[in-house]
């Protein structure tokens, strides 16, 4: 219904731009397990000249209101599975000025907001002119030490990765697939399954819970 990710990430990314009136440089929160809407909502927020701020499934309202103030982040794009923690959010911090739902299950005919705004958008989007040091990803360590520190990542971050490591480590080919258990939310998660495949134009399989039986 709503196309391949590239065409995913084009309405999303109209959607941004035009529903919430979102900026380049503003900050937009994932939060989702692995799948695909992830993935779109990803690309969207870099295409639309915004840095991507993914969470964890598993971090609660307290957690996420601390990265929402420290990050400045304007919007929130999330699974609707997760609305609870999502909801509670907005009684610890009045930064937030619009969370939207999508439906990230995968049955087929279930829409969620996001869903519902899509189906109006163009299939193709003019990508914002980024330049290679302009930030993309704010990702936050664990807290283990205290409150969770945001390290920034630019453009040229994420392509680095892929040339260096990926291309000149894995050797990847376009017939291989990749899998694994971490989240996209980790920039471990991000690269091996979600940059790694994408720039040699290989395979990844997304688990929502990568247990060991499963993989």
Same mark, same amino acid.
């Given at each position: 219904t709503?196309?391949?990710?590239?065409?995913?990430?084009?309405?999303i990314?109209?959607?941004?731009?035009?529903?919430?009136?979102?900026?380049?440089?503003?900050?937009?929160?994932?939060?989702a397990?692995?799948?695909?809407?992830?993935?779109?909502?990803?690309?969207a927020?870099?295409?639309?000249?915004?840095?991507?701020?993914?969470?964890?499934?598993?971090?609660?309202?307290?957690?996420?209101?601390?990265?929402?103030?420290?990050?400045e982040?304007?919007?929130?794009?999330?699974?609707?599975?997760?609305?609870?923690?999502?909801?509670?959010?907005?009684?610890?911090?009045? %930064?937030?000025?619009r969370?939207?739902? @999508?439906? +990230? /299950?995968?049955?087929?005919?279930?829409?969620?907001e =996001?869903?519902? !705004?899509?189906?109006?958008?163009?299939?193709?989007?003019?990508?914002?002119?980024?330049?290679?040091?302009?930030?993309?990803?704010?990702?936050?360590?664990?807290?283990?030490?205290?409150?969770?520190k945001?390290?920034?990542?630019?453009?040229?971050d994420?392509?680095?990765?892929?040339?260096a490591?990926?291309?000149?480590?894995? %050797?990847?080919?376009?017939?291989?697939? @990749?899998? +694994? /258990?971490?989240?996209?939310a980790?920039?471990?998660? =991000?690269?091996? !399954?979600?940059?790694?495949?994408m720039?040699?134009?290989?395979?990844?399989?997304?688990?929502?819970?990568?247990?060991?039986?499963?993989?």
């Amino acid at each position: 219904t709503y196309g391949n990710l590239q065409e995913r990430a084009n309405r999303i990314a109209h959607v941004l731009v035009e529903e919430f009136g979102m900026k380049t440089g503003n900050r937009v929160l994932i939060r989702a397990a692995n799948n695909p809407m992830f993935v779109a909502c990803w690309f969207a927020i870099a295409k639309a000249g915004g840095i991507v701020v993914a969470t964890m499934p598993l971090l609660r309202a307290k957690e996420l209101s601390v990265i929402i103030d420290k990050a400045e982040i304007d919007f929130a794009l999330c699974d609707e599975r997760l609305s609870d923690e999502m909801e509670k959010t907005t009684e610890l911090t009045d %930064r937030l000025q619009r969370i939207c739902y @999508f439906n +990230g /299950s995968g049955e087929p005919g279930a829409g969620a907001e =996001l869903e519902k !705004l899509m189906a109006t958008r163009p299939v193709s989007f003019e990508n914002v002119k980024t330049a290679a040091d302009d930030c993309v990803l704010i990702a936050f360590t664990s807290g283990t030490t205290g409150k969770p520190k945001g390290t920034m990542h630019f453009h040229r971050d994420v392509m680095a990765i892929n040339d260096a490591y990926c291309l000149r480590m894995l %050797r990847p080919s376009v017939t291989d697939i @990749f899998i +694994g /258990s971490p989240p996209i939310a980790f920039t471990f998660g =991000l690269g091996g !399954l979600v940059t790694f495949p994408m720039h040699v134009g290989a395979a990844t399989v997304l688990l929502e819970a990568a247990y060991p039986p499963v993989l």
